[in-house]
């Protein structure tokens, strides 16, 4: 491989702040032109900050850019997108409202106001670059409609019209079956095969292994170092990034004895908004139950389904802690000691304008430890919710901020601290740890474990492959709100969970 | 206190346009000053604003508590005084203390009716508040001037309005407030819409209920997690809100003129919106600003006569010029560079002598 | 007269007349809208329009250059909405709540200034009155504004303003300037709906003279779900009920006389009923009032 002396783009001490915190500190490194260059580290090391910086979604506190040994600064993507570097987002930039071809026809480098949308040299153009990028995009369907692994294409798509040289991809593996992933990682060395620069954000070692020409890690928002991808195995590469060296060690389980189910959903058939779910499943006292599957496909919707069985109408029967769930009261299973990690934190489970230790009480406000004859008894709040900041080491540690000012490890804290404060037989955690750095994994994943070996159910619900062989006795892949497939811990295979993924059954 | 800068800059940019008309800022603020202490009687009159502000700024405020904007606090004041005045003419024999009982509950049942007309439609068919509750606006102003124009015409007099309603279903021969400021309208329901504040202030911070209203209002889909019905909450609130305006409705008929008149709320409805918003929706913020915004209505009418240029619609002015100084503290506060100007007056003075960082 | 024959020649036209206003300030709020801007607003820029329409006709004497200056005006006032409301992020109905209370108080303030009156303009003399060209020229915007939203590159911009921001911003087009320029011509259509009801359904300005049209409009903007089309056709709706309400007043029908406070209120519990979802779920651009 033949690298030129003068990087394309090189940063030098550049440093990036967010209140008190340097999110990213004493960057300098090249990225070399007509390379794949992969940027490594875990989950809140700051890999993503240093590249919206270079995109222009962030200025930099400290240090300069240099693109091409000129000095540029952005202040919007507008001015990156001027220096022909494209940024595909981990969350699609597409409207879902409009058709895959004209959210393509939206990017244009020359665009005039009034002239009609539909031109028909501009829709060839496109159709031609998807060609000669081997793109099979269903032109004509709303997005929507469509998955993400098209949508993605669809993305990318967008960057190529607009005649990108640098592409940054943030974490594009995420979202995508062990199929698609295979088939975007060749997309990516066709894309190099052309002459594009690509810069890949992610965690995962072996597609880096597999592709990258050249690797930075990042470690707590600063730099370990760049080196040749040849130089390193994934075994250097993570123990690099996680500063200490990693064994692959497997968790040895111990088994419950005893058959107790806290959780059976019998044959359960229902429909909501036009799509149809059937489950079929047990969850025993001292299991950590892993469902796996791609995202949109009714794992999620077991969550409303299990807290609020009343309000679906199904088939089957459903029995939780050893109740009949259609003989439970009006808040249906709340009623149950269930914690509950939303899949969606913000979204589903807080309120982010609010304080810590008003959040702290949301699910459970009615409960008799604060609550009698309408009346909160907050000083009590406040001191329950101070004990469980200290348990569980939230940082800052103030009861009184506002839940947002938290950042996304310790609002995750904050919420699995409620959860488990009442002592749930069952906790239902869906994605516990997106969105949160490496020490809020490590103690959230602590916590599943506390309650397995304590007698408890656990019911996995996550999309991140590596998380669920780490924690789960069995895994239920689904798929189409349907079970495609089960494993037992003594024979998980990768391969054939993400077959079932993607709908084949062996 | 948030929204203080807010208001400071609202009045600031009013005066400027008094400047720019040619008279004299610190005489307009004298006049205002005088008109609304000058006497006991205007004093007290400033006071009778202030309880239907209170009312009314309870009201929007209770709606976006729960992320509803209510729009509608004028035609559910209106609809309940109407519904009060055709009660209490209806049945003229009822004897007190049964009359004043029977007389408020008719004020509260269609204030609430008014505010869950808009509270169930949103909950159960989506249909935006903001619309259902400006039209209902329009329904109730409809309604009053059917009745005054074609049944309830008082007969001793040329103006719309109806004919004065028995004294047993009025509180003026025992209104203690009232005799403390001779022949001016401030009455008993001063002391209540205090109350009221108060209340709503140990609702949204002490019980459950406001809790979980308030957190309807911040987060529907996380409540609803939590078992929190938002649809229920969705209702709770717009009635909650029709309640509370229906007591500017009581304050004018039952607690002073008896008698319903068109146009006797000078659109309270609306300035009960910037009420609440400069108070960021604090019950007892609320009582403060209703004050404020009550001594700028009374002074506006001052205004009109004593100066050349400036009408009574002034206070409306100062109204938009607070509403958008309130909804840029808002942003200020959001993005936390509150008084940014001055900051940005220090940093570029701190580079300059630092050289570059 | 008895019986009112709706499909009378006169019949029609006095709904045409009296749905112009609206068709203008519907198809205004709904350039705002699909941008992304929630436009509460509607009420100050007509009465925005009305005055200074009024006022320019009685100045130059020409209605024409009255109707010309009232978008004039009412495009300029746009500037402060989208100051507060695109620049400084201000919540899109507090401003346009504060917007309308603004024209309510400032617009007395001219007129004691300018013609040293309580409220009202002088009226022009009625040969200059406009007439049905207005009502042409409404319908020719509302095609104008179909053709510019759903065919040209403009028009995609607006679009994806209000479904997904982000995504323009990310094509490399500032979604704030898409913004601004909606507003603009928003402000300066429902300038021209305002102008209509001073200079074609009436001679002058007089104050409040909207009496609520803006949130009509915008009623029937949502009734028509975005569409400039069917927006239209929620604009003749109420026109025909504001038709009736004219031609019903002190008409006995089989000896009874309707009162006319009844037929008022009509639309605006036709709003209420159309909005309660026999339309079906109306479906609002995903990002509209969202920042």
Known sequence: MEINS?????????????????????????????????????????????????????????????????????????????????????????????????????????????????????????????????????????????????????????????????????????????????????????????????????????????????????????????????????????????????????????????????????????????????????????????????????????????????????????????????????????????????????????????????????????????????????TKIKTLTQTMFDKFKVEPNNINLDFHAFSGGNQQKIVVARELFHGPEIIIAAHPTRGVDIGAIELIHEQLILAQEKGKGVLLISSELDELLKLSDRILVVRNGKIMGEQIRANFCEKEIGRNMLGVVT | MKSFFGFLFGLFCALMIVLLAGESPLYILEILVRSSFGSKYDFGLT????????????????????????????????????????????????????????????????????????????????????????????????????????????????????????????????????????????????????????????????????????????????????????????????????????????????????????????????????VALMSNNHPLGIIANAFIMSVFHKGASDLDIETETITKDFSKIIQAMVLFGVGLQYYLNKYGVTFSFFNGFFKKKKLNSSGRV | MGEIDIFSLSFILSVLRVSTPLIFAAQAGLLSEKSGVVQIGLEGFMLAGAFSGAVFAHLTHSSYLGFLMAFVCGACASFLFSLLVVRLKTDAIVAGTGFNFLMVGLIPFLTKFIFNSTGSTPPIPIELRLSYEVTVFAFAVVLGIYFLISKTRWGYWIQFAGEYPDGLTACGVSVDKVRWVSVFLCGGLAALGGASLSLFLSSAYSPLMTGGRGFIALSALILGKWKPLPTLMGCLVFGVFDALQIRLQGVPINGFTIPVQWIQILPYVLTIVLLAGFFGRSQAPAYLGKR
């Open chain 1, 6 to 378: 003068i990087p394309e783009i090189e940063f030098s001490n550049v440093g990036k702040r967010f209140g008190n915190v340097w999110a990213n500190r004493d960057i300098s490194f090249g990225i070399h032109s007509n390379t794949i260059h992969a940027i490594i580290g875990e989950n809140g090391a700051g890999k993503s900050t240093i590249m919206k910086i270079l995109f222009g979604i962030y200025s930099a506190d400290a240090g300069t850019i240099k693109l091409n040994s000129k000095e540029v600064r952005f202040n919007s993507p507008i001015d990156a997108m001027k220096y022909k570097i494209g940024m595909v987002h981990q969350h699609f930039m597409l409207s879902p409202a409009h058709t895959a071809l004209e959210n393509v026809l939206l990017v244009d480098p020359n665009q005039k106001a009034l002239e009609s949308y539909f031109k028909k040299d501009k829709i060839e153009k496109i159709k031609a670059t998807a060609k000669l990028y081997k793109f099979d995009i269903p032109w004509d369907t709303l997005v929507r409609d469509l998955g993400v692994g098209i949508q993605q294409k669809i993305e990318i798509l967008k960057l190529l019209c607009l005649d990108n040289q640098i592409l940054i991809f943030d974490e594009p593996t995420a979202v995508l079956t062990p199929h698609e992933i295979d088939e975007l990682l060749n997309q990516l060395l066709e894309l190099k095969k052309q002459g594009k620069t690509v810069i890949l954000i992610t965690h995962k070692l072996k597609e880096v292994k597999r592709i990258a020409d050249t690797i930075t890690i990042f470690r707590k928002g600063q730099m370990v170092g760049t080196y040749p991808a040849s130089e390193l195995d994934e075994k250097e590469m993570a123990s690099r990034m996680v500063g200490k060296p990693v064994s692959f060690e497997k968790r040895s389980f111990e088994k419950f004895s005893g058959k107790d189910q806290l959780l059976k959903l019998d044959n359960v058939k229902f429909s909501y908004e036009n799509k149809d779910f059937h489950f079929n499943f047990t969850l025993h006292r001292g299991e950590i139950l892993g469902i796996a599957g791609i995202e949109g496909h009714g794992q999620e919707k077991l969550i409303p389904f299990i807290l609020n069985v009343k309000k679906y109408s199904y088939t089957g029967s459903t029995t939780i802690l050893g109740k009949d769930a259609q003989k439970l009261g009006p808040n249906g299973a709340r009623e149950l000691p269930i914690g509950v990690f939303p899949e969606d934190r913000l979204r589903l489970g807080v309120l982010p304008e609010l304080k810590a230790f008003q959040n702290f009480i949301l699910g459970y406000q009615r409960n008799s430890k604060w609550f009698s004859k309408g009346i909160l008894d907050w």
């Open chain 2, 47 to 274: 006071l009778f604003y202030m309880t239907s502000l209170i009312f009314t700024g309870l009201s929007v405020s209770t709606a976006f508590k729960s992320g509803l904007f209510n729009i509608g606090a004028e035609g559910q004041l209106n609809f309940s005084a109407i519904c009060m005045v055709v009660f209490a003419t209806s049945y003229p024999g009822i004897t007190f203390p049964g009359s004043l009982l029977m007389i408020l509950l008719v004020g509260i049942l269609s204030g609430a009716i008014w505010g869950a007309i808009p509270g169930l439609l949103k909950a159960y068919r989506g249909s935006h508040e903001v619309i259902v509750t400006m039209m209902l606006n329009f329904v109730s102003a409809g309604i009053s001037s059917y009745f005054i124009s074609q049944k309830l015409q008082n007969p001793d007099s040329q103006n719309p309005e109806s004919p004065i309603i028995g004294d047993a279903f009025r509180t003026n021969f025992f209104d203690f407030l009232n005799k403390l400021f001779p022949e001016s309208p401030v009455n008993l329901f001063f002391v209540v819409a205090i109350l009221a504040a108060v209340a709503m202030y140990f609702f949204f911070t002490k019980t459950a209920l406001g809790y979980e209203m308030i957190a309807v209002g911040e987060n529907p889909s996380a409540a609803e997690r939590a078992s929190i019905s938002s649809k229920k909450f969705v209702v709770i609130s717009l009635v909650l809100s029709g309640v509370l305006a229906s007591g500017a409705g009581m304050n004018e008929v039952v607690g002073y003129s008896g008698q319903y008149k068109i146009g006797f709320s000078p659109e309270f409805g609306f300035m009960g919106i910037a």
